[in-house]
């Protein structure tokens, strides 16, 4: 099977010919713009002077002024051909040795991941950091939030370079630190800070890897942690230990399939939205609350839905219907199963018949499922090809520039987390580390 950015290629090449010859095509992509370098938006956004995620999946969420922008690409590397790219990656990672480390996260494109010594979920990656201490360089081909968590957890000394800074993560700039800081002034004042007589807090704050090193700093500060998808319902067990309710941000969707699968009801689940007083809420509802919801979700998840879940049983009898926790909960509660990254890759590495697999998460991570385990049907329940739109930021030209500045001695695109932000964020990761089961 070819790669996503491959098909990407073709299927663009397909449509223009088709609108010449009024030949209808099979498969569609949700942009045409996704056949182009990154680089042209990096140069657009200069131009425009307001940041944009690009095409793919978020291409429509609106990026936070603050949003952090990529210079401009060296021309070389956007001109260089594949295989040249191909041999000064290689050539640079050979001068480098083990002083640099390659991550490369699930859901970049198989151009990428074809240099990567690690390939993981973004839990996975953060660890693979602590496994290279030898390491100068981590180079961390995934997005911002990881290459934050990373930064946080790694040796001082250590430098992660994120190659395409405008790789960020549209939920994650959902939240951000002043709304949170208002939210939790407001519950304060509706809750008070004196704990029940079991001891237990008004409300925990947890917060999701993917957010800012800032709100995961806020949760070390305010008795909160974090969470992954992968350990989501351990962190809220943690938390309820010790709090009467959780405020549960950025995304809305993991917090409300994780404690709906725990028994919690709907109606003690409400949204907070940042946009209003009291998050748009009563204050009996709030006072009512286990999980308070941040208004925040994932745009690629968001594309699933039950009618492609309906589909899928229709055509395939006996499918095996596998989601990520950040899809909506309709589409939780028709699948088969939900889980993290590594959950669905685990899901299909230990089934021993051959079988039919409707995966519902991002297409790169799908399409190289399906070419490693030929032994099943595999294919993504979204039928239009649309990748994450900041994963795919990063491209191998970008890749050849990091590590080649990293040759002469330099690194570029750097990702450092001030120490005051640093160490509260990483109270909050070892509380998690140490909430494992
Ligand atoms: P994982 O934590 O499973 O790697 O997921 C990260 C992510 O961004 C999912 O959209
Ligand atoms: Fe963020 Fe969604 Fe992309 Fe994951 S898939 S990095 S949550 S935008």
Request: aromatic content about 8%; glycine content about 8%; charged content about 20%.
């Amino acid at each position: 099977m070819s790669s996503v950015n491959t098909a990407i290629q073709l299927i663009t090449r397909e449509q223009a010919a088709s609108s010449a010859t009024g030949l209808a095509t099979g498969a569609s992509t949700c942009s045409p713009a996704l056949a182009r370098g990154p680089w042209d938006y990096d140069l657009a956004e200069a131009l425009a002077g307001v940041p944009a995620y690009g095409p793919g999946a978020s291409v429509a969420d609106v990026a936070p002024a603050s949003t952090p922008r990529q210079g401009q690409l060296p021309e070389e590397y956007k001109l260089a051909s594949d295989a040249e790219l191909d041999l000064r990656i290689r050539a640079a990672k050979a001068a480098l040795g083990d002083r640099a480390v390659v991550l490369g996260h699930f859901y970049q494109r198989d151009e990428v991941i074809e240099y990567a010594d690690f390939v993981g979920d973004s839990f996975q990656l953060a660890n693979a950091a602590l496994t290279r201490p030898d390491a100068e360089a981590i180079i961390f081909c995934g997005v911002h939030f990881m290459a934050e968590t990373a930064d946080i957890l790694s040796r001082p000394d250590q430098a992660v370079i994120l190659p395409n800074l405008a790789a960020g993560c549209s939920m994650a700039d959902m939240a951000d630190i002043d709304s949170v800081t208002e939210c939790w002034e407001q519950l304060e004042e509706l809750f008070g800070t004196e704990p029940d007589a079991d001891g237990r807090v008004p409300v925990i704050p947890v917060t999701y890897m993917n957010s800012s090193a800032a709100l995961k700093g806020f949760c070390g500060e305010h008795g909160g942690i974090v969470c992954t998808s992968s350990n989501a319902a351990t962190v809220l067990e943690w938390a309820f230990e010790r709090g009467q309710r959780v405020l549960f941000f950025p995304d809305q969707h993991l917090g409300r399939n994780t404690a709906k699968a725990m028994g919690v009801p709907l109606e003690q689940m409400p949204m907070w939205n940042p946009r209003k007083d009291l998050g748009g809420n009563n204050e009996q509802t709030l006072l009512d609350s286990r999980v308070i919801l941040w208004h925040g979700f994932c745009s690629v998840h968001k594309r699933f839905n039950v009618g492609q879940i309906e589909k899928a049983r229709a055509e395939f009898p006996g499918v095996q219907v596998i989601v990520h926790p950040e899809c909506p909960m309709e589409v939780v509660d028709a699948a088969d199963s939900a889980g993290s990254t590594d959950f669905i890759r685990k899901a299909i590495a230990g089934a021993t018949e051959p079988t039919t697999f409707a995966i519902g998460t991002e297409i790169n991570m799908v399409n190289r499922l399906a070419a490693e385990y030929p032994q099943h049907t595999i294919f993504c329940l979204d039928p239009v090809i649309c990748p994450c739109s900041t994963m795919y930021r990063i491209h191998p030209g970008y890749l050849a520039w990091v590590l080649e500045a990293l040759v002469r001695g330099e690194a570029v695109n750097r990702i450092t987390v001030a120490d005051d932000v640093a160490a509260p964020a990483k109270v909050a990761l070892e509380r998690m580390l140490a909430a494992r089961p």
